[in-house]
Structure formats: C-alpha cells, structure tokens
C-alpha cells in the first residue's frame, strides 16, 4: 500500500503485512458487538416504541408513537426512581473519589507496613457487591448488628427512610475504593518530582502540597474516574436488591432498579424497555456535560 | 515491569518516612479490611454466640458452613462461576488479543471509524440493553435447556475494556520488531502468534484478572438467564442462604466466607500483573 513511502510507514506506528487482510482479526468482536450490543441497543429502542404482551413479544407499534415515554415522563414514581439515583450517585460518586484520593496518597507516603496497607486498599475490588451486602445487611442489623453496638445507637438503618439509601452508599463507596486507589496511586507515580522540590522550597505544609500540586497534576485520572463513577453508580443493582429490595416504600428504587421490577416481575417489557431509553439517554447527556466541562476544568 | 520497579524504588528512598501518614494509613486500612474480618469472625460463632452480641469466637463452631452447604450446593455454584468466569476471560482475551492486534500493529481502511465503533459501546450500558439480551437468548430457547451456562457466557465474550487494552499493548510494541520478522518472511499471522502475543503477556494478565473478576461478581444478567437451581453462580447462592432465613447470620456469613475465598485468591495471586498492566494502559492513554 506504501511502499513507495518507506520512510513515512516506519515514522507511523504499525507496518502493513501483505498477505491476510486485517479485517480477519477484528470481525470476531465486531460481529459479538453487534449481536449483544448493538442490534440489543436498537432493539431496545424499538421496544420502547411498541405494544408489548407479557412474554416480550411486540404486538404493535405504540399509538402514539412516544405514548411509552409520555407514560413515563407523566409518572410521578419515574420520577421520584430518578431523584433517588441521582442521590445515590452523588453520594457514591463523591465517596469513592474521595476515598480512593485520600487512600492513594496516603499508601504513596514512606512508612513501615506499607505492603499490608496497599494490599488491602486494593481488596474491595476483588469482592463481589453480593457478598458485600450480604455482609453490610448483617452489620447494619438493628439488633445484632456490629455498627449500632458500635455507636450506642439504635437505627433501623435499612428501615429508615432518611437512612436506607445513604446505607447502601456507603457500602457502594466501600466496594469502589479498590478501583479508585488503584487509579490514582498510578496517577501519582507520574506527577513531576520537580513540582514537589519546588513546593518545599516554598515550604509548603502536607495538605498545600497535594491540594495545590498533587490534585491538580493529577486531574485527567479524577476525570477520567468521574466518568466511570457516574457510570457505574447509576447501573448498581446487586446491593441494592439484596439490603432493601428498592424499600422502605420506594426510597431506594433506582432507574436500574425499576427496569427490572417493571419487566421481569410485572412483565411490562415496553415499560422497561422505555425505562432503559431514559437511562441511557440521561448517561449519554450526563458524560457529554463532563467532556465539555472537562476542556475548561482541566491543567 | 522491572524500569517500574526500580523507578518506584528510587522514589520511595528519595521520600522521608512519614509515620504520621503512616497511622492514618493503617486507621483506612483497619476500617476497609473490618467488614471481611467481621464476616470470617462471625462464621465460627454459634446462633447463641450472636444473639449474645459476641464477635470473637472461642470455639471456631463449623455448624455454620456445615449449614451453609446443606441449604445451597455452593461447590456446584462456585464450579458454575468458575467455568463461567474462566471461558469469558479466555475468549475475551482471545478476541481482544486479535482486535487489539489488528488496530495496534496494522493498518487498514476504516481502521480508526471502526475503532470509534468498538469504544461506542462503552457508552451504551449493560444494565440499558439487558432485556433485549434477554430476549435474545431467551429466543434461541437456551433458557428452557435444563442445564447450560451458555446463556451466561455469550454476551461476555468479547469487550471494548479488553480491546482498548489489547490496542495499548500491541501499539507499544517497537516497529524494528515487526520489520525484522517480515524481513525473516514471517506473515501477518505468524508475527502476530509467535513474537507479538508472547510480548502482551502482562497485559494479557492484567486484562485477564479484571475479566475474570467482573464475571465472577455478576449479578444481575445470572438472575435474569438462570432459571434452574444446577446452573446458579455463586453470586446468586449468596442471594439464596439470605432468602432461606434472613436471620441465620452465622450461616450467611459462612457461606459467604467460602464464596469470598476463590475471588481473594485470584486478586492475591494476580495483584502485581494486575496494578502494573492496568495502570500501564492508563498512563500510556
């Protein structure tokens, strides 16, 4: 293809090998992302858009066409559903920011034991969020429970209104911790050294250092953890379903939440399906808005 | 890998020790690590034990797992997860080792459109395309078949994560390296099996543990495609012990030792590949 262009193919990356085309390597994963991925994604869409009966099948094209999504929008349990995922993921989105931030700094300082420390910080990633909940469930229990022992206090944390979903943050903020540490403990092997002399010249005390130097050195990882966050904080299922069941009344049922109480216990697959739009559409919004917010934020 | 390490070696020799940083660290450390102590802690205390409010056992009682395993086959569930979690990190690699190689190494027409496709579906959530999936399999009657994990392991068989990964990996390879073997008269496939893939391998290990780990804690899609009781992963024998007697802490906790046990050991034994493949991709962008 550019051989009479040697010296510019050498310059970029990659050398064209002649005899089997590279189309080969790609269409194994080419061919599952249109299979579970997008062909789903506009059957999805399709749904939405539809009739269904309670085994999924289309019947009939809705009429009106949106009267799925003005069902929905006009649904004053949507909308409450939305209000607490956005709760829960500011809640979980700060947390585990923060946490693996503070956690991450903490394990780049010098001291004895700092194997063990680091070793544990990365921990909750190998946990699943069942047996987490399961384990939050048991220590969050009114009576035997370890945490109200602990406190001399008496809350009914996963019967409370006020306290169920905060509950179930905190322990989603437990199992985000791994992931995060590890992100920005890698983060912090780059920051230039160079920037750290010259702020103890200036004699800057620990927390001048990392807030004035460290974060911002290091804010394409926290965007990039933003992002992924935000994501993973609006699909959480696992903890929810097995310490509240989306209770006490509804103040723990997520967007994710409702898709699937909405079509695999009512069977309304168009509902669900309808749902899904919603969610994906308000990611979809939610990650351009951080892009766009990104170009101005970060150094 | 080994630059890293001396790297990092130099660094922390630079640093002054910090013991003050160095509390504070083990405090985090104590209270992240304390939900898993307590779990294996109250694993060997008897009902009466927790009733009591005890959290130190003294007789390490093993009624509880005894208990755990009569009330849900946990050995057959975790053999479920583990072939489940093993067959998706090996395809996953497999696919992705040939995607990442073909955006990596060659070059071809459409090559960056098509990439842009692959990264797409990072931005269409799973938990947004489930029921179609569900339908999907459920239309190609692999619910109804007494036992199967197939329906289990066909969506995760390839991921953009894994391909992005790959694509880092193979980018990073020298050109020279690939000259040299066309010179030999190595074809496309030969330099791709032979020199290329051998030289991934922390990359393969890294995205491979973080295959396998995100497979094994499934929950939601296993719930959805496994409607007998033999093809249930682990994740969902934990849902049944608390579903059977919600109160039977020392049961619970039990089991969920013995589930816990399989994932920890793959994140112990993995944890190094894992930190410096991962944060290799993260760093080079």
Same mark, same amino acid.
């Given at each position: ?61 809705? *009429?009106? =066409? !949106?009267?799925?999504? /003005?069902?929905?929008?006009? #649904?004053? &349990?949507?909308?409450? @559903? ?97 992931? *995060?540490? =590890? !992100?920005?403990?890698? /983060?912090?092997?780059?920051? #230039?050294? &160079?920037?750290?002399? @010259? ?101 | ?285």
């Amino acid at each position: 293809m550019t051989t009479n262009l040697p010296q510019q193919t050498v310059k970029k990356k990659g050398l064209t090998f002649h005899d089997i085309t590279p189309y080969f390597y790609i269409l194994p994963s080419l061919l599952l992302f249109i299979l579970f991925v997008f062909y789903p994604f506009v059957k999805t869409i399709i749904l939405s858009l539809s009739v269904t009966d309670n085994s999924g099948n289309i019947l009939n094209w809705a *009429n009106p =066409l !949106f009267s799925n999504f /003005a069902t929905a929008l006009t #649904d004053s &349990s949507m909308w409450f @559903a939305i209000g607490v995922t956005f709760k829960y993921a500011i809640m979980v989105v700060v947390g585990s920011i923060v946490m693996g931030t503070v956690t991450a700094i903490l394990a780049n300082e010098a001291f004895r034991g700092r194997a063990f420390v680091r070793a544990v910080y990365a921990m909750p990633m190998a946990i699943s969020s069942a047996c987490i909940a399961v384990i939050a469930t048991f220590i969050f229990n009114p009576t035997m429970g370890i945490l109200n022992q602990i406190l001399g206090t008496n809350f009914r944390w996963l019967r409370d209104m006020k306290l169920a979903l905060p509950s179930i943050a905190m322990v989603t903020v437990w199992m985000n911790i791994g992931m *995060n540490y =590890l !992100f920005v403990i890698a /983060a912090l092997q780059s920051v #230039d050294i &160079s920037l750290y002399e @010259a702020g103890s010249i200036e004699g800057v005390n620990f927390f001048q250092k990392h807030w004035y130097i460290t974060l911002p050195s290091i804010s394409p990882t926290l965007f990039f953890l933003l992002v992924i966050n935000v994501i993973n904080s609006f699909q959480a299922y696992a903890q929810i379903r097995l310490m509240t069941d989306g209770g006490p009344g509804r103040y723990t049922t997520t967007l994710v939440f409702s898709i699937y109480t909405e079509t695999f216990e009512y069977m309304r697959y168009a509902s669900g399906a309808t749902l899904s739009v919603i969610l994906f559409v308000i990611l979809f919004i939610l990650t351009a808005i951080q892009f766009k917010a990104e170009k101005k934020v970060t150094y | 890998m080994a630059k890293g390490t001396t790297m990092k070696v130099t660094a922390s020799k630079v640093k002054q020790n910090n013991p003050v940083a160095g509390v504070v660290a083990f405090v985090f450390a104590l209270l992240i690590i304390s939900p898993l102590v307590y779990c294996l802690l109250t694993s060997f205390l008897t009902e009466q034990e927790i009733f009591q409010l005890k959290v130190i056992p003294t007789s390490f009682y093993v009624g509880n797992y005894q208990k755990a395993l009569d009330q849900a086959p946990l050995f057959t569930f975790i053999l479920n997860s583990v072939i489940v979690s093993c067959s998706c990190m090996a395809l996953q690699l497999i696919t992705g080792s040939m995607a990442g190689y073909a955006f990596g190494c060659l070059k071809f027409k459409g090559q960056n459109a098509i990439f842009r496709i692959f990264l797409a579906t990072m931005m269409i959530p799973g938990n947004a395309i489930i029921i179609s999936n569900y339908l999907t399999v459920s239309s190609w009657g692999l619910l109804k078949q007494p036992y199967t994990l197939w329906p289990l392991i066909l969506p995760y068989m390839t991921s953009a994560f894994c391909v992005f990964n790959m694509r880092q990996a193979y980018k990073s390879l020298p050109t020279e390296l690939a000259e040299a073997a066309e010179i030999d008269g190595c074809n496309s496939f030969q330099y791709f099996i032979r020199v290329a893939m051998p030289l991934t391998l922390p990359s393969l290990g890294a995205v491979g543990i973080q295959t396998f780990i995100s497979v094994w804690n499934q929950y939601l899609w296993p719930l959805l495609v496994t409607n007998s009781v033999e093809c249930r992963t682990v994740q969902l024998g934990i849902g049944m012990l608390q579903n059977a007697d919600g109160q039977a802490f020392g049961t619970i906790m039990a089991g969920t030792t013995i589930v816990m046990i399989p994932s920890i050991l793959v994140f112990v034994i993995g944890q190094k590949t894992l930190v410096s493949g991962l944060t290799a991709g993260a760093v080079k962008g």
